[in-house]
């Protein structure tokens, strides 16, 4: 079964930089969501299991960078010039179908970890 452990949250400036990781053990792609609160969980970047097949939401693609480290089991999300609008808690999930930007199609999450971004 897989598991997922996100880290790396905390709270920073507005244009900062964080890097959050997620352990997985398994899974064939694997996406960063966020979530405002009391809205919808929403697609940040994802990563396929040998990095060939890499998506980033139009927000965030030229601040963050997705990665995946097989030989760590581990999946970072390295996030740059941050905004008070990255704010939300980050989850990683795992999908069978790659490349997808739809929560509904991620079968495993994570516990979520918070990122602030405020002066």
């Known amino acids: 079964q897989v598991q997922l452990v996100e880290s790396g949250g905390g709270l920073v400036q507005p244009g900062g930089s964080l890097r959050l990781s997620c352990a997985v053990s398994g899974g064939t792609f694997l996406g960063w969501f966020r979530q405002p609160p009391g809205k919808e969980r929403v697609f940040v970047a994802g990563?396929?299991?040998?990095?060939?097949?890499?998506r980033y939401a139009d927000s965030v693609k030229d601040r963050f960078t997705i990665s995946r480290d097989n030989a760590l089991n581990t999946v970072y999300l390295q996030m740059n010039r941050l905004i008070p609008e990255d704010t939300p808690v980050y989850y990683c999930?795992?999908?069978?179908?790659?490349?997808?930007?739809?929560?509904?199609?991620?079968?495993?999450w994570g516990q979520g970890t918070q990122v602030t971004v405020s002066s």
């Open positions: 990563v396929n299991w040998n990095g060939g097949s890499i």
């Open positions: 999930a795992t999908s069978p179908s790659d490349g997808s930007r739809w929560s509904q199609d991620y079968n495993t």
